[in-house]
T-cell receptor
Framework: SAVISQKPSRDICQRGTSLTIQCQVD?????MFWYRQQPGQSLTLIAT?????????ESGFVIDKFPISRPNLTFSTLTVSNMSPEDSSIYLC????????FGPGTRLTVL | GESVGLHLPTLSVQEGDNSIINCAYS??????FIWYKQESGKGPQFIID?????DKRQGQRVTVLLNKTVKHLSLQIAATQPGDSAVYFC???????????FGTGTRLKVLA
């Protein structure tokens, strides 16, 4: 399986600011996804990152709050905009060929 | 460490015993299932998968059982080791879709 890296691994941010998380895969993948995992909970899909076009968002997530880019088949970014403490979570990037594999996550704390 | 699994159901197993982790999936149309292991501070790691045309699949020390009648999936870990301590998630994928739906997760705690 491919290896996914994320940057930053963690951050502490102030309310009202934005953070961009980068996801890099070491090989080309068909699909890339962004998930949120709140403390003690399961994974919730935010959106599918589409190469060269707008991301496909799940119910409850909107582009203005979570803009996503995917300029090629190995890289994607997720921005968490105008952050509030409720956005404190782990954000996970995943890639998929046949099976789906995950990055290590970005732990975000918003004060 | 990470707080993943803090509020999840916990299964405590003695080292060397077998573990059985259960999952009820939601969509009768799902045709592909994966078990993931998530250790503290890490992303989920693929363990084993199974397609809906099978009811059992074995890996190294792990077995997945699928009961489509009752929409139930289980992960059996033989001779559980301390390194097996983690949170385990099942995920389902529907035919013709690319999205995975994750179960609520179970924290496995291995007692020495």
């Amino acid at each position: 399986s491919a290896v996914i890296s994320q940057k930053p691994s963690r951050d502490i941010c102030q309310r009202g600011t934005s953070l961009t998380i980068q996801c890099q895969v070491d090989s080309q993948v068909t699909m890339m996804f962004w998930y949120r995992q709140q403390p003690g909970q399961s994974l919730t899909l935010i959106a599918t990152a589409n190469q060269g076009s707008e991301a496909t968002y799940e119910s409850g997530f909107v582009i203005d709050k979570f803009p996503i880019s995917r300029p090629n088949l190995t890289f994607s970014t997720l921005t968490v905009s105008n952050m509030s403490p409720e956005d404190s979570s782990i954000y996970l990037c995943s890639g998929s060929h046949n099976e789906q594999f995950f990055g290590p996550g970005t732990r975000l704390t918003v004060l | 460490g990470e707080s993943v699994g803090l509020h999840l159901p916990t299964l405590s197993v003695q080292e060397g015993d077998n573990s059985i982790i259960n999952c009820a999936y939601s969509n009768s149309a799902s045709d592909y299932f994966i078990w993931y292991k998530q250790e503290s501070g890490k992303g989920p790691q693929f363990i084993i998968d199974i397609r809906s045309n099978m009811d059992k699949r074995q890996g190294q020390r792990v077995t997945v059982l699928l009961n489509k009648t009752v929409k139930h999936l289980s992960l059996q870990i033989a001779a559980t080791q301390p390194g097996d301590s983690a949170v385990y998630f099942c995920a389902e994928n529907g035919r013709g879709t690319y999205k995975y739906i994750f179960g609520t997760g179970t924290r496995l705690k291995v007692l020495a």
